[in-house]
C-alpha cells in the first residue's frame, strides 16, 4: 500500500468520526432539552414515553455505521478492525468535543455520563471513555500502518483471551452500578481499577500481536517462543 494511500485513508476516517460526533452530539442536544431543561445531572430521569425503545436502535445504527466505513477503508479483517478502532475512537472523542462547544458540558471530565444502553445502560465519568478512545485510535492507526508495511497482524490465542478479561472488566465497571441506571439514584464512586486493569490488558494483548507480526527482533523472539512450544507439543505427542 503506498505512504501517501494510508495517509488519505486515516483522514477520511478521521473525518467520517468527526462527522458522525456531531450529529451524535445534536441529537443529546434535543433529548437534554426535552429531558434536562435545567442541566443535564445524576440521578437520571426515568424515560417513559418511545424514546426509550427508539434510543437502543439508533445506538446500533451508529456502530453499523462506523463498521461500514471500516469495511470499505480496510481489505482483510484485521485491517478493517483497525479503521474501525479509528472511526470509534475519532467519534467517541469528538462526540465530547462538540458537545462541550454546543452545550458547555462537560465542566470536568470526572462529570458523569451515559454511555450506552445495550443491555443496560452504562454510565462512568468522561474520562473512562475518553482514555479508551484515545488507546483505540493508537491502536488502530499502528495496525494500519502494519499493514501498509506489508507485515501482517494476527493476534494470538492468548492476546485475544487478554482483551477479552480487560473487555469484561471495563463493561463491568460501566454496567455494574444498577442503582443509578435503573433506580434513578446518585451513581456510586466509580472503579478505576478496573477501566485502569482492562486497559492494561488491550496494551499488553496488542503489543505483543503487534511485535510477532513485524520483523522486529522481539517480535522474531516471540514468534520463535511460539514455534519452538509448538514443536515441544508435538514431540510430546508422537512419544
Known sequence: MDKNNLIWKILWVTVFGIAMAFIEAAVVVYLRVIYYPEGFVFPLKSMIDNTIIVEPFREIATI?????????????????????????????????????????????????????????????????PVSI???????????????????????????????LVGAVLILYSFMQDTNATLHQQLPRPYRYELLVIGELLFAVSFIASYLKGNSSPIGKCLTGIQESGVRSQNEKRKS
Not at 455505521?65 to 475519532?90: C, N, P, T
Not at 468535543?97 to 445495550?118: A, E, M
Open 64 to 128: 453499523f455505521m462506523l463498521l461500514s466505513i471500516a469495511a470499505l477503508a480496510g481489505k482483510k479483517l484485521w485491517e478493517r478492525f483497525a479503521y474501525f478502532l479509528l472511526s470509534f475512537g475519532v467519534w467517541d472523542i469528538f462526540y465530547y468535543i462538540w458537545l462541550k462547544v454546543l452545550l458547555d458540558w462537560p465542566s470536568s471530565i470526572f462529570d458523569w455520563d451515559i454511555l450506552f444502553l445495550i443491555p443496560l445502560p452504562w454510565i462512568s465519568p468522561v474520562i473512562a
Open 133 to 163: 478512545a484515545l488507546l483505540m485510535i493508537l491502536i488502530g492507526i499502528l495496525i494500519a500502518y502494519s499493514f501498509q508495511k506489508g507485515h501482517d497482524f494476527r493476534p494470538t490465542l492468548i492476546s485475544c483471551i487478554l482483551v
